[in-house]
């Protein structure tokens, strides 16, 4: 049974990085024809040697990446005169809207612009080409890529999330309090098992680690935004701890369920595992806000010692001869009368 356990633990982790890995090509259809159009009649769109220097322009991404637009529509400038008048028509504005596949052509550099200096060329096919300003593009677009989209949705609506768990957890309680039955809550009457402590633990630790990078080193943050990767030792330090939490969350959540299962009833565990995501996900929001305060560290480390000292006092004990729960370790069974010594 446990080999089993392993060997699904072992496959379900290579396909959630099989996954991950996986690489959009929709968006790289136009790219040569996009980049020969631009060449051959748009040679003036370049940053020239007379303009700001390169350092100016974004380093977060570059040419030939692909976004997915995310805003209700984006609106696209029409290419320059000389374009223009090489093709004998007058183009007026391009709209894409939400989920359009967007493939950066070019960036050029406007020192007149006072609103901002930074324009972006983006392309949806051959014939929807266009500029947009940086700041309107970066707040309108998502990497083409799923750990990204998975971040800015999360990041969103985390908060919305955690209410929706809050109120379905609130429900499920009233119920059982119904029923008048003891519930059972991870850190108070937790089931005979450490990994709910351990994944409540961990997730802490996750946001303790998200908090100091967005504090310390926002542009690490930045970086693995646009090219993410799900392997810890190509990453910083600071974000291969990081990384490193996120898969034990992905291991220890395996292992919360099974064990839920195990230990409970269908509606017991139901109920459990609503109670043990909203403290996973209100431990998460308050210890990613207060460790750029400094003040996370330290409540990090009285949750750890709370949630240890609060397992050992509340571990069940059994007999190793009938399997019945026992008061302290070295007790007799009170049901087939063995000794048991630990």
């Avoid at 220097?53 to 529509?73: G, K």
């Avoid at 300003?133 to 800015?152: C, G, K, T, W």
């Avoid at 409970?264 to 460790?291: E, G, H, N, P, Q």
């Amino acid at each position: 049974m446990k080999q089993s356990r392993i060997v699904f633990l072992l496959f379900f982790c290579l396909s959630i990085l099989l996954a991950a890995c996986q690489k959009s090509v929709g968006g790289f259809e136009c790219q040569d024809d996009v980049r020969r159009l631009d060449d051959s009649v748009l040679v003036t769109d370049s940053v020239s040697p007379n303009e700001p220097e390169p350092q100016m322009l974004s380093q977060c991404y570059d040419i030939n990446d692909n976004f997915v637009v995310v805003t209700d529509s984006l609106y696209l400038e029409p290419d320059s005169l000389e374009r223009n008048a090489l093709m004998g028509r007058i183009d007026t504005a391009h709209v894409v809207f939400r989920g359009d596949l967007l493939v950066v052509a070019d960036r050029s550099i406007n020192p007149q612009d006072s609103i901002d200096s930074v324009w972006v060329k983006v392309a949806r096919d051959q014939y929807t080409i266009g500029w947009v300003r940086e700041s309107v593009f970066l707040s309108s677009i998502v990497p083409d890529a799923p750990i990204s989209q998975f971040i800015h949705y999360f990041s969103n609506f985390n908060r919305v999330f955690f209410l929706l768990l809050f109120v379905l957890a609130v429900l499920a309680f009233l119920y059982r309090l119904s029923k008048r039955k003891q519930l059972t809550v991870v850190h108070f009457n937790d089931i005979d098992s450490p990994y709910p402590m351990l994944l409540c633990i961990v997730v802490s630790g996750a946001a303790v680690f998200y908090g100091s990078i967005q504090h310390f080193s926002p542009e690490t943050w930045v970086q693995f935004y646009y090219y993410p990767t799900l392997n810890p030792f190509i990453l910083p330090l600071g974000m291969a701890c990081f990384i490193a939490c996120v898969w034990l969350v992905i291991l220890l959540s395996v292992a919360v369920i099974d064990e839920v299962f195990r230990c409970l009833l269908l509606v017991d565990a139901l109920t459990y595992l609503l109670s043990l995501s909203c403290i996973c996900m209100l431990c998460y929001i308050f210890f990613s806000l207060s460790t750029p305060y400094y003040v996370g560290y330290v409540c990090f480390l009285m949750y750890v010692v709370f949630a240890v000292i609060r397992y050992r006092r509340s571990r069940h004990y059994h007999c190793g001869v009938c399997g019945a729960e026992l008061l302290s370790p070295n007790s007799k069974c009170p049901k087939c009368g063995a000794k048991n010594v630990r």
